[in-house]
């Protein structure tokens, strides 16, 4: 057996157990999932998403384990959740099946979920992780065993970190009247992903090179904000994620593209994989509450 296989047959056995969970569902296990490519005529960059009609949203298709981001479909808003503490995966998926639930809201209404992980994965560990967290998603009708719904961001706090990997925040769609567009980014570091992360200016942490990795980050969030109808006056809150010195750049890379509007929560925490430095995600929120 190969050193890589090995680990991840080793990590995802370690999240498992301390999931609760069991192997992963199978397609037959899996229930049915409604998709279709978006056909509004708002411009051609909506050509680039899918509507999730059971969960009221569409989504930009990405990688299996989360989608590049969400928006609301008409007559629904995205509501966020914040847990004033962070809640260990099995127990944060209890909690918000009972949320949504209360809220008269089905399980595919859920379209975002924020994560704190101990500290970063190798890329093979990231998958052995993503493949655990993707069984609730299989159970609830969100993930099909290919496309993914939901954005996500999950990062590791540099100090006091979590002893398994937890729930920060969680978004899920509601019915509203008059509804106003609302939309939320996954995270997004200096990376393209595909079968193989391939990383920006891998190891380079100087001025220049976090520059760099902004720029590209920033890149991806206005990217994803076009697909998906939005632009930077819209945004409500912008996060960044990263242990570095962002002062020689956020005058000229963040502040002066709009993206500080609202302001900027910066979380002293590493992205996901390792030699990832920077990474960022935005929404458009209108209702917000901690738990």
Same mark, same amino acid.
């Given at each position: 057996? +190969?050193?890589? /296989?090995?680990? &991840?047959?080793?990590?995802?056995?370690?999240?498992? @157990? *301390?999931?609760?969970?069991?192997? %992963?569902p199978t397609a037959a296990q899996q229930r049915p999932v409604a998709m279709q490519a978006s056909t509004t005529s708002e411009g051609s960059?909506?050509? !680039?998403?899918?509507?999730?009609?059971?969960?009221?949203?569409? &989504?930009?298709?990405?990688? &299996?384990?989360?989608?590049?981001?969400?928006?609301? %479909?008409?007559?629904?808003?995205?509501?966020?959740?914040?847990?004033?503490?962070?809640?260990?995966?099995?127990?944060?998926?209890?909690?918000? #099946?009972?949320?949504?639930?209360?809220? *008269?809201?089905? %399980?595919?209404?859920?379209?975002?979920?924020?994560?704190?992980?101990?500290?970063?994965f190798t890329q093979q560990g990231f998958r052995a992780f993503n493949e655990i967290y993707v069984v609730t998603l299989g159970k609830w009708?969100?993930? !099909?065993?290919?496309?993914?719904?939901?954005?996500?961001? !999950?990062?590791?706090?540099?100090? !006091?970190?979590?002893?398994?990997? +937890?729930?920060?925040?969680?978004?899920?769609?509601? =019915?509203? #009247?008059? @509804?106003?567009? +609302?939309?939320?980014?996954?995270?997004? *570091?200096?990376?393209?992903?595909?079968?193989?992360? =391939?990383?920006?200016?891998?190891?380079?942490?100087?001025?220049?090179? %976090?520059?760099? =990795?902004?720029?590209?980050?920033?890149?991806?969030?206005?990217?994803?904000?076009?697909a998906l109808g939005f632009h930077w006056p819209d945004v409500t809150a912008a996060q960044v994620y990263t242990v570095y010195n962002l002062?020689?750049?956020?005058?000229?890379?963040?502040? /002066?593209?709009?993206?500080?509007?609202?302001?900027?929560?910066?979380?002293?925490?590493?992205?996901?994989?390792?030699?990832?430095?920077? #990474?960022?995600?935005?929404? +458009?929120?209108?209702?917000?509450?901690?738990?």
């Amino acid at each position: 057996m +190969s050193s890589d /296989r090995r680990e &991840f047959l080793q990590q995802a056995a370690i999240i498992t @157990a *301390g999931l609760g969970m069991g192997a %992963l569902p199978t397609a037959a296990q899996q229930r049915p999932v409604a998709m279709q490519a978006s056909t509004t005529s708002e411009g051609s960059n909506m050509a !680039n998403t899918t509507d999730f009609m059971p969960g009221g949203y569409r &989504f930009i298709p990405a990688v &299996f384990q989360y989608s590049a981001g969400v928006a609301a %479909l008409p007559g629904h808003e995205i509501q966020r959740i914040t847990f004033r503490t962070l809640v260990p995966l099995r127990e944060g998926f209890r909690r918000i #099946e009972q949320i949504i639930t209360e809220a *008269g809201r089905p %399980l595919t209404a859920l379209c975002a979920c924020e994560l704190r992980s101990p500290a970063p994965f190798t890329q093979q560990g990231f998958r052995a992780f993503n493949e655990i967290y993707v069984v609730t998603l299989g159970k609830w009708g969100i993930y !099909n065993g290919g496309i993914n719904p939901v954005a996500r961001s !999950n990062v590791c706090p540099e100090i !006091n970190p979590p002893a398994e990997p +937890s729930f920060h925040a969680f978004s899920f769609t509601t =019915k509203v #009247e008059g @509804a106003r567009p +609302s939309f939320v980014n996954s995270g997004s *570091g200096e990376a393209i992903e595909g079968k193989d992360i =391939k990383i920006i200016r891998p190891g380079d942490t100087s001025a220049d090179g %976090l520059r760099v =990795k902004a720029h590209y980050v920033l890149d991806t969030m206005e990217s994803r904000m076009a697909a998906l109808g939005f632009h930077w006056p819209d945004v409500t809150a912008a996060q960044v994620y990263t242990v570095y010195n962002l002062y020689p750049f956020l005058a000229d890379e963040i502040v /002066r593209r709009g993206a500080a509007g609202p302001g900027l929560t910066w979380h002293f925490c590493r992205p996901p994989v390792i030699d990832i430095d920077y #990474e960022m995600d935005c929404r +458009s929120v209108w209702v917000e509450r901690v738990i």
